[in-house]
């Protein structure tokens, strides 16, 4: 890893580069953190957790851990001008195994999270025809007990269903799209179209990714802000139709009972990592494309801001079409709400279906998806490759050896997303999902970070850095909160004691249990990452002469 510190004089080296803008490091971030979990987990979660009341955990995790950890790691990529890894690796060598696990959650992440946009482009493709499929039930791959006014959404396993109940929007997700098999251990062939929908996400990826901060500092600009204008188109649309504001009420309406309930703190606190992207080295990336004394302390609260925003502004928009839908179907609401692929799915199908001029309605939506996953997908993937570029310079960075490491990526992870647009692809797809970068691994690595920092480099150390960059100590509350004996080690560990306390066997979809294999193989998605935290820090102490005390700086 000696590469990493040397000085490379040779012209043949490509340039790191930087963002021609703040405005591109700013939407580049926002594109990164602003994404699906916004418009489909944030508002299922306040209707879960007692509506107005899951705003109190939320906005305590967010001060307390999400904005110190997003500075930190923001600042961390500027001053050392580093990725994920080179950055732990030249300021805390000892920890440099965050880099690496973070890295691995991220390889994992571009494996899975991609599937979703190949749904969506399916479901996009599917916008254009005269009818849409989901609407009507007169489909080849329709059966003959079809319930056109039943809306419950089988994916959640919470909902009582009956085996024969079923309606269009279901079979066409189910029988059309996924082709859903029964049994987790039934994978059968790949799904010719799925596969081809998912080659053509990863091609769009890659020619996004492979000029790197170049292309990527141009792409956002529209990746990033054409979600916006279909979030208000939809806001717009959705506030005017009939049922809105008993859709709204509902989402909001507060449950203060709730706040005594462990698991509604549990889900605040993994929001708020999952949603600012915290603890996967894309903020340490990003932020490392930055010029040194960029005011990086007032792009976090901007960042953070608009991230928060976006979620609840989100929460209006679905929630007031969901209002529409209870409305019209003379049910209660609470029957036409879900979370994860069955919301994006399934709801908005049958929402789009009821409305006028479908067609156009649907290709909002599916854009919108298409352009929120999108962006998120190829910051992450630049993250990855910056961070292994950092590592070998003189290898990656010269000639085309950044678009053939970047080629090797995208195809690797492309084979083993094949996995996944199989019958029983959905079943890998949610092991994925709740495994390789879970909450359990995340809040992990916040507590070591805020270790690294707060106790080995020092907090009032770090706060310098920010000072020598920007001309002025951030607030003394950041000091506070990056120590891990105080706030983040307290909230991220009483979070991680109740998600070991609540937990059960993953349920897959349809109600199904995951069997022992895929618990294991879920398991060691999760080790995979998170061991390297342990492996690196004995590899450190063996291999590095000197003091504890030393190798710890």
Avoid at 250 to 265: A, E, F, G, I, S
Avoid at 269 to 274: C, D, R
Wanted: proline content about 4%.
């Amino acid at each position: 890893m000696q590469t990493l510190y040397l000085e490379f004089k040779d012209s043949s080296l490509q340039d790191r580069g930087q963002w021609a803008s703040k405005a591109e490091f700013l939407l580049a971030v926002a594109a990164q953190i602003i994404g699906l979990g916004n418009v489909w987990r944030f508002p299922y979660l306040c209707y879960k957790n007692g509506g107005g009341v899951f705003f109190v955990p939320y906005m305590l995790f967010l001060v307390v851990c999400g904005v110190p950890l997003f500075l930190l790691e923001t600042a961390l990529g500027q001053f050392t001008s580093l990725g994920g890894v080179g950055a732990w690796m030249k300021i805390c060598p000892l920890f440099a195994g965050l880099g690496f696990a973070s890295q691995m959650m991220i390889l994992h992440s571009c494996v899975y999270y991609i599937v979703i946009l190949a749904w969506a482009f399916f479901y996009l493709c599917s916008s254009f025809q005269t009818q849409l499929p989901w609407s009507h039930c007169n489909n080849t791959w329709n059966t003959g007990v079809i319930h056109t006014s039943h809306t419950h959404i089988p994916h959640d396993p919470s909902v009582d269903l009956s085996e024969n109940a079923t309606s269009p929007v279901i079979e066409f997700w189910e029988r059309e799209v996924l082709d859903l098999s029964a049994s987790v251990d039934r994978l059968d062939s790949v799904n010719w179209r799925l596969a081809l929908c998912l080659l053509l996400v990863w091609t769009v990826c890659y020619f996004c990714v492979w000029k790197g901060v170049k292309s990527i500092g141009k792409v956002v600009y529209v990746t990033a802000t054409f979600p916006y204008l279909m979030l208000l188109v939809l806001l717009v649309r959705g506030v005017s139709l009939p049922g809105a504001v008993d859709g709204i009420v509902y989402y909001l309406k507060p449950n203060h009972t709730r706040l005594m309930d462990p698991q509604v703190w549990m889900d605040a606190g993994t929001q708020i990592f999952f949603s600012y992207g915290i603890c996967l080295g894309s903020l340490t990336a990003l932020g490392s494309y930055n010029k040194f004394n960029n005011d990086c302390y007032k792009d976090c609260f901007r960042l953070c801001l608009l991230n928060s925003s976006t979620s609840v502004i989100a929460g209006f928009a679905i929630f007031s079409v969901l209002g529409f839908m209870a409305q019209e179907k003379g049910v209660d609401i609470a029957d036409v709400v879900q979370s994860g692929p069955g919301l994006a799915f399934i709801a908005y199908p049958r929402a789009v279906s009821m409305m006028p001029l479908p067609q156009l309605w649907a290709v909002c939506i599916f854009l919108m998806i298409l352009m929120l996953g999108l962006d998120t997908q190829f910051v992450s993937l630049e993250a990855l490759i910056m961070s292994v570029s950092d590592l070998y310079p003189t290898l990656i960075r010269r000639c085309h050896g950044r678009e053939i490491l970047l080629l090797l990526v995208c195809l690797v992870c492309f084979l083993i997303g094949l996995l996944m647009v199989t019958p029983g692809g959905l079943y890998v797809f949610q092991i994925y999902d709740n495994f390789s970068c879970s909450g359990a691994s995340l809040l992990l690595l916040s507590v070591c970070q805020s270790v690294a920092i707060g106790w080995i480099y020092s907090a009032d150390r770090f706060s310098n850095n920010i000072k020598a960059m920007i001309g002025y100590q951030p607030l003394c509350i950041f000091r506070l909160c990056w120590p891990s004996s105080e706030n983040i080690s307290v909230c991220v560990q009483g979070t991680f004691g109740f998600s070991l306390m609540f937990w059960s066997p993953l349920t897959l979809a349809n109600g199904v249990t995951a069997p022992v294999w895929a618990t294991v193989m879920g398991w060691t998605l999760t080790l995979s990452s998170v061991s390297l935290l342990p492996l690196w820090a004995i590899y450190s102490l063996m291999n590095t002469p000197g003091t504890l005390q030393q190798v710890k700086k």
